[in-house]
């Protein structure tokens, strides 16, 4: 709950919900936002596109304002973090995929580092937060090193995306055709210039570029994940080291994350 404070969840007086740092890696995301999508109720994740690397806003019971901020606090080890991004990115109220993506603090927020989450839906859940708490509250926990001998662990992920279909595009021949029915349309003679001849028509029925296929590919994400657990009577500690890779299915965009928590 708030402040760090234990209760059995049965003590509690409004709504709560927990999802352990496991549930959160089972899809590889490296996003939190897009590693909670899916897993808890009443929470409503809408990624600003579908860009590799792309924020997600987090609204939770909907939105209870029209023009202000709706996005929740994040505390992360009792340390509370505001979710809203650090530069408007609306453009002419377009959103933040016609602009640059200036993304919330959320996505510096490894899930791998992450032992649990508690959201706390209610006004009474975030009261002790104040204001800031109106929207609800994202409490994480990030994992602690344990008096033990030194653990190692490591994960790694590799997987790719296929498109089950792609859109149907005119070839440079069905363009021709498509050309000289709208210049007719529109009354244009047909002794005019802009219409394809034949022998040009005959030419491009072999020589076409499907520039969706050329442009597309398969787009491969890979992750590494490395961490140390251990400690004594004096001092714990943890370490982790995470890279990950995302490729966008347009062949020149992709997205590399690489961080090192202690």
């Known amino acids: 709950t708030a402040m760090g404070i234990s209760k059995e969840k049965k003590a509690l007086g409004y709504a709560v919900q927990n999802v352990k740092g496991d549930q959160l890696t089972q899809a590889a995301n490296t996003n939190l936002a897009g590693a909670l999508q899916g897993k808890v109720s009443g ?7 579908g860009m590799p690397g792309a924020s997600s806003k987090i609204t939770i019971r909907g939105s209870r304002s029209f023009t202000g901020d709706n996005t929740p606090l994040y505390v992360i080890d ?3 973090v505001a979710s809203t991004a650090d530069v408007d990115t609306d453009v002419m109220n377009n959103g933040s995929v016609s602009g640059a993506d200036f993304a919330n603090r959320a996505v510096d927020i490894d899930p791998n580092d992450i032992e649990s989450i508690n959201i706390l839906k209610g006004q009474a859940a975030s009261a002790l937060y104040g204001i800031r708490a109106s929207n609800g509250v994202i409490v994480v926990s990030t994992k602690r090193g344990k008096n033990q ?16 279909r792609t859109p149907e595009v005119m070839n440079a021949y069905d363009r021709t055709v498509y050309l000289n029915n709208q210049f007719m349309y529109n009354g244009i003679p047909e002794t005019d210039s802009r219409y394809y001849t034949a022998d040009e028509q005959e030419y491009f029925k072999t020589h076409s570029t499907d520039w969706f296929d050329l442009a597309w590919k398969n787009p491969f994400t890979t992750q590494h994940n490395l961490s ?13 080291v995470t890279t990950s890779k995302a490729e966008h299915s347009i062949i020149w965009i992709s997205n590399v994350i690489a961080s090192v928590p202690m």
């Open 149 to 164: 001998k030194p653990q190692f662990s490591y994960s790694g992920l590799f997987g790719t995306d296929r498109p089950t």
């Open 78 to 80: 009792g340390m509370p």
């Open 43 to 49: 929470i409503d994740i809408a990624p600003s596109s």
């Open 228 to 240: 140390v657990n251990g400690g004594s009577d004096r001092i714990n500690y943890y370490m982790q």
